[in-house]
């Protein structure tokens, strides 16, 4: 089945600790994209990629990292940098951000609990 | 930038209709997404309104105006299950690309 894997489900990280979630997709998709969700506050753009090698800062980047290596795989790393990193992470991607509809696509999300 | 106003939180009966309205204001409106999203899982596609008037899909429609900033989802006959979030999603023309960029969220309660 064609779709959007991350990993994974729940994660816990110590004080200090860089961590990694991992997003997955084989639909073919060109554009992929990584928001966070806080109770109350929607869905907030972290980093988003249109193309393989490249990627772009959203909204609230600042304490994370990516790479688009591969156009199948957009790894987030949550750095020690990240003050608050407690949220329900949310990979996505799309046909391409240049087209009108661009309809975008969830990953189940990843839990991320500093401890 | 966007600015996207939708209620925080809404109660229904079931077999009832609700209307959830979005406001925004945007300066390259280009486009109009509703998700739906049950808590702690992702969010799912419900519909995309890019000229004005209503689209109806089964139990679910959204309507759009552009002149006056507003959208909203009527869902009919409402049943149990439809308790989750509604978000509002406004897509902007930027420099050669779309931005996307996500309302808060109506949190709907259906209760019996």
């Known amino acids: 089945d064609g779709g959007i894997t991350q990993s994974p489900k729940y994660l816990f990280r110590k004080e200090g600790q860089n961590v990694t979630l991992s997003c997955e997709q084989n639909l073919n998709h060109d554009a992929m994209y990584w928001y966070r969700q806080d109770p109350g506050q929607g869905l907030r753009l972290i980093y988003y990629s249109q193309i393989v090698n490249d990627f772009q800062k959203g909204d609230i980047a600042e304490g994370y990292s990516v790479s688009r290596e591969k156009k199948e795989s957009f790894p987030l790393t949550v750095t020690s940098a990240q003050k608050n990193p407690t949220a329900f992470y949310l990979c996505?991607?799309?046909?391409?951000?240049?087209?009108?509809?661009?309809?975008?696509?969830f990953g189940e999300g990843s839990w991320l609990t500093v401890v | 930038g966007q600015n996207i106003d939708q209620p925080t939180e809404m109660t229904a009966t079931e077999g009832a209709i609700v209307q959830i309205n979005c406001t925004y204001q945007?300066?390259?409106?280009?486009?109009l997404f509703w998700y739906q999203q049950h808590a702690g899982e992702a969010p799912t596609f419900l519909s995309y309104?890019?000229?004005?008037g209503l689209e109806e899909k089964g139990r679910f429609s959204s309507f759009l105006s552009r002149s006056k900033g507003y959208s909203y989802l009527l869902l009919k006959e409402l049943q149990m299950k439809d308790s989750a979030s509604y978000l509002c999603?406004?897509?902007?023309?930027?420099?050669?690309?779309?931005?996307?960029?996500f309302g808060k969220g109506t949190k709907l309660s259906v209760i019996p």
């Open positions: 996505a991607s799309s046909i391409s951000r240049t087209m009108v509809g661009n309809t975008i696509y």
């Open positions: 309104n890019v000229l004005d």
């Open positions: 945007t300066s390259g409106f280009n486009g």
């Open positions: 999603a406004v897509t902007e023309r930027g420099a050669g690309s779309y931005q996307l960029t």
